[in-house]
């Protein structure tokens, strides 16, 4: 028997066993058997390879798909990104709830799908972004320019800034990769056009004018009849979400307001210090208005081109001393400096240090009214005029001993609440689960809020970064003090949540007041909308003003109106906009909800504007504007095109 089996192991049957084992060992790896693995994404997206673009998704080959994933962290990154941004701008309202919404969130994801895609259709088409191009769109930028110019020191500055700080090559690069994945869909967007014949149709629809009746009816008496207790439940049971006591926390807190803490009195030595410490800052240097012809030298240029240029330098100068000589106007004629030269060579005022050397040394030596030169630079030669001289100014201690008493005492209280501040916090780390003994260790008064939803509550309560963290997972968890939250300048509040109700359906017996007010609107609402309905009917059989008059009830009028005239009232003029033409002598009758009445209408008439009157200037503005919608919509169906040529899979469970 084991010799047969022997046999059978080592036989062409064991060969054919074995190969088969082997194949999925290849594709999945022997640590795929050992390990396992715990995926992180929020999205995954799927690409076939470039030289087999029809892959079919099927095991094994989908192994031969590249993948590239949205981490779960980036997209939470994200979230809350967008969180604070719509807080910022909502203020109070903001709905948390919505935010909190599946659909929501699903639209943050997909907008972080869609840069991704472009960033993988961007790199499958070989888009190389150059340098000129970025340095091009940075010096663009609003945020980077001081009087409509870029300013390289706030450029610094902001990247500096940044949390975490950026160096000029990160902002570059992230930069340069937003401008290649941005390129072919605002090609495609800013490719957009419109004809002639587009634009023609859409003024004489923009400009159309029609002649309405309408009826106003009465709102329906008030609902007096009585409910079952049937129909209450029923009521409740079908619109239980409405009756809902929101999430509310209570919060115990303690604040540190500097402005509250106490001002130090004024040393005389240390302002006196203080002042000698500033000086420069109560001093203003020497300036000097100067101009100056320039003849160029180049730093290659031959020994007979540097002669030429003294030469040309010596008559110049010449000219320029001699009486009544218009210095402004030998700038103009002959200077080399493109910038100074339409203004006839004023450099304006200079501080001692802001030109070359031997320039600088010689426009400081020379007295108002005084040409010299010429003045040997690497810029070449330089004949010089000073215009006017304004002296060094010290302003004394006496004059700016108030501003210098403020500075100390503000400095003072801004140390003065940092250290509180900081006492505050490491006694708070020390007993986190309450901000009793932190309040007591620094002799601030604990203090507590009443209990407040998301849409905030009076004092601490109303500010948005509050309610922010109140609200977080890990304060309603562990019930521990919060890291400190900034309320404005030297304004700072630790806080904790002391009682936290989640959101709860409010009992029958506790609503049911509210549950047959709403049956008796709603009651009061049919019969407006049935009586609306039947004059409806009435009006489409025999007309609007037959069916008014059975009714004893008026007609108005609104005659040659066009779009966006509120006439009788903006929601009715829309309605009378939206129905269709008249067709066949047939007079199109319908009803509106206008402020809680209803107002049954009749078009009697449809005229289209006459473009004619319509100026070149709106003719350019609509097809702009029509253009860009083209272009965001051709630039939308770009973006439902990349994703058709991937695999999706969203990890919903992960949002």
């Given at each position: 028997?084991?010799?047969?089996?022997?046999?059978?192991?080592?036989?062409?049957?064991?060969?054919?066993?074995?190969?088969?084992?082997?194949?999925?060992?290849?594709?999945?790896?022997?640590?795929?058997?050992?390990?396992?693995?715990?995926?992180?994404?929020?999205?995954?997206?799927?690409?076939?390879?470039?030289?087999?673009?029809?892959?079919?998704?099927?095991?094994?080959?989908?192994?031969?798909?590249?993948?590239?994933?949205?981490?779960?962290?980036?997209?939470?990154?994200?979230?809350?990104?967008?969180?604070?941004?719509?807080?910022?701008?909502?203020?109070?309202?903001?709905?948390?709830?919505?935010?909190?919404?599946?659909?929501?969130?699903?639209?943050?994801?997909?907008?972080?799908?869609?840069?991704?895609?472009?960033?993988?259709?961007?790199?499958?088409?070989?888009?190389?972004?150059?340098?000129?191009?970025?340095?091009?769109?940075?010096?663009?930028?609003?945020?980077?320019?001081?009087?409509?110019?870029?300013?390289?020191?706030?450029?610094?500055?902001?990247?500096?800034?940044?949390?975490?700080?950026?160096?000029?090559?990160?902002?570059?690069?992230?930069?340069?990769?937003?401008?290649?994945?941005?390129?072919?869909?605002?090609?495609?967007?800013?490719?957009?056009?419109?004809?002639?014949?587009?634009?023609?149709?859409?003024?004489?629809?923009?400009?159309?004018?029609?002649?309405?009746?309408?009826?106003?009816?009465?709102?329906?008496?008030?609902?007096?009849?009585?409910?079952?207790?049937?129909?209450?439940?029923?009521?409740?049971?079908?619109?239980?979400?409405?009756?809902?006591?929101?999430?509310?926390?209570?919060?115990?807190?303690?604040?540190?307001?500097?402005?509250?803490?106490?001002?130090?009195?004024?040393?005389?030595?240390?302002?006196?210090?203080?002042?000698?410490?500033?000086?420069?800052?109560?001093?203003?240097?020497?300036?000097?208005?100067?101009?100056?012809?320039?003849?160029?030298?180049?730093?290659?240029?031959?020994?007979?081109?540097?002669?030429?240029?003294?030469?040309?330098?010596?008559?110049?100068?010449?000219?320029?001393?001699?009486?009544?000589?218009?210095?402004?106007?030998?700038?103009?004629?002959?200077?080399?400096?493109?910038?100074?030269?339409?203004?006839?060579?004023?450099?304006?005022?200079?501080?001692?240090?802001?030109?070359?050397?031997?320039?600088?040394?010689?426009?400081?030596?020379?007295?108002?009214?005084?040409?010299?030169?010429?003045?040997?630079?690497?810029?070449?030669?330089?004949?010089?005029?000073?215009?006017?001289?304004?002296?060094?100014?010290?302003?004394?201690?006496?004059?700016?001993r108030a501003d210098l008493e403020k500075e100390l005492q503000e400095g003072a209280r801004e140390r003065g609440f940092n250290e509180l501040t900081g006492?505050?916090?490491?006694?708070?780390?020390?007993?986190?689960?309450?901000?009793?003994?932190?309040?007591?260790?620094?002799?601030?008064?604990?203090?507590?809020?009443?209990?407040?939803?998301?849409?905030?509550?009076?004092?601490?309560?109303?500010?948005?970064?509050?309610?922010?963290?109140?609200?977080?997972?890990?304060?309603?968890?562990?019930?521990?003090?919060?890291?400190?939250?900034?309320?404005?300048?030297?304004?700072?509040?630790?806080?904790?949540?002391?009682?936290?109700?989640?959101?709860?359906?409010?009992?029958?017996?506790?609503?049911?007041?509210?549950?047959?007010?709403?049956?008796?609107?709603?009651?009061?609402?049919?019969?407006?909308?049935?009586?609306?309905?039947?004059?409806?009917?009435?009006?489409?059989?025999?007309?609007?003003?037959?069916?008014?008059?059975?009714?004893?009830?008026?007609?108005?009028?609104?005659?040659?109106?066009?779009?966006?005239?509120?006439?009788?009232?903006?929601?009715?003029?829309?309605?009378?906009?939206?129905?269709?033409?008249?067709?066949?002598?047939?007079?199109?009758?319908?009803?509106?909800?206008?402020?809680?009445?209803?107002?049954?209408?009749?078009?009697?008439?449809?005229?289209?504007?006459?473009?004619?009157?319509?100026?070149?200037?709106?003719?350019?503005?609509?097809?702009?504007?029509?253009?860009?919608?083209?272009?965001?919509?051709?630039?939308?169906?770009?973006?439902?095109?990349a994703r058709a040529k991937y695999s999706i899979k969203v990890a919903e469970d992960r949002l």
């Open positions: 028997m084991l010799q047969k089996l022997r046999e059978k192991t080592s036989g062409w049957i064991a060969t054919v066993i074995l190969g088969l084992l082997i194949i999925p060992f290849a594709f999945f790896g022997v640590e795929s058997y050992m390990q396992q693995r715990v995926e992180t994404y929020a999205a995954r997206i799927a690409q076939p390879p470039s030289w087999w673009k029809s892959a079919p998704q099927v095991w094994p080959v989908t192994y031969l798909w590249s993948t590239h994933d949205i981490d779960a962290q980036a997209y939470r990154e994200r979230l809350e990104t967008m969180r604070y941004n719509m807080r910022e701008q909502q203020g109070e309202n903001f709905d948390g709830k919505a935010f909190e919404s599946l659909e929501n969130k699903r639209k943050i994801l997909d907008g972080m799908i869609d840069e991704q895609l472009m960033q993988l259709a961007a790199d499958r088409d070989g888009i190389v972004i150059s340098d000129a191009e970025v340095r091009d769109a940075i010096q663009k930028m609003p945020e980077f320019q001081v009087d409509g110019a870029f300013n390289a020191d706030r450029y610094q500055l902001l990247l500096a800034s940044q949390n975490p700080p950026l160096t000029p090559q990160a902002f570059d690069a992230r930069i340069r990769d937003s401008l290649k994945n941005e390129l072919i869909p605002t090609g495609i967007a800013r490719s957009a056009f419109v004809t002639d014949a587009e634009i023609d149709r859409l003024m004489r629809l923009l400009g159309e004018h029609r002649d309405v009746s309408f009826v106003t009816l009465p709102p329906p008496a008030a609902d007096a009849t009585d409910v079952t207790a049937a129909k209450i439940d029923a009521w409740y049971a079908a619109h239980k979400s409405q009756y809902r006591r929101p999430e509310t926390v209570r919060l115990e807190y303690v604040e540190v307001d500097g402005s509250a803490l106490p001002a130090p009195a004024a040393d005389e030595a240390e302002l006196r210090k203080r002042y000698q410490d500033q000086i420069a800052k109560y001093s203003s240097a020497e300036k000097r208005e100067v101009s100056h012809i320039l003849v160029a030298v180049a730093a290659n240029a031959s020994a007979a081109d540097k002669k030429a240029a003294e030469a040309k330098a010596n008559k110049l100068a010449a000219e320029a001393k001699a009486p009544g000589a218009d210095f402004a106007a030998l700038a103009r004629a002959n200077s080399d400096d493109s910038g100074s030269k339409a203004n006839g060579g004023s450099l304006g005022w200079l501080a001692k240090g802001g030109m070359p050397g031997a320039f600088d040394d010689t426009a400081f030596a020379m007295q108002a009214g005084e040409v010299r030169g010429p003045v040997k630079t690497d810029f070449g030669w330089h004949i010089v005029k000073v215009t006017g001289v304004q002296a060094a100014v010290q302003r004394p201690f006496d004059e700016v006492k505050l916090v490491d006694a708070a780390y020390k007993t986190p689960t309450s901000l009793e003994p932190a309040a007591k260790a620094v002799g601030l008064p604990l203090q507590t809020t009443p209990a407040f939803s998301r849409a905030g509550g009076p004092g601490i309560a109303g500010n948005q970064k509050v309610l922010r963290v109140a609200f977080s997972d890990t304060m309603l968890q562990d019930g521990t003090a919060s890291d400190p939250i900034e309320l404005g300048p030297e304004r700072t509040v630790l806080i904790r949540v002391i009682d936290h109700e989640p959101e709860q359906a409010l009992p029958l017996a506790q609503v049911r007041d509210a549950v047959v007010a709403a049956i008796r609107a709603d009651r009061q609402n049919k019969a407006a909308e049935a009586a609306a309905d039947a004059l409806v009917k009435a009006a489409k059989a025999k007309g609007l003003a037959e069916a008014a008059k059975d009714a004893g009830l008026a007609v108005g009028e609104a005659n040659d109106i066009t779009r966006g005239m509120p006439v009788p009232s903006p929601q009715a003029a829309q309605a009378f906009f939206n129905e269709p033409r008249p067709q066949a002598g047939e007079v199109p009758v319908n009803k509106v909800l206008v402020n809680g009445q209803y107002l049954v209408y009749a078009v009697r008439g449809v005229r289209d504007a006459d473009i004619g009157q319509v100026t070149p200037q709106e003719r350019a503005t609509l097809r702009q504007q029509l253009s860009a919608a083209n272009g965001m919509q051709a630039q939308d169906a770009f973006v439902r095109a």
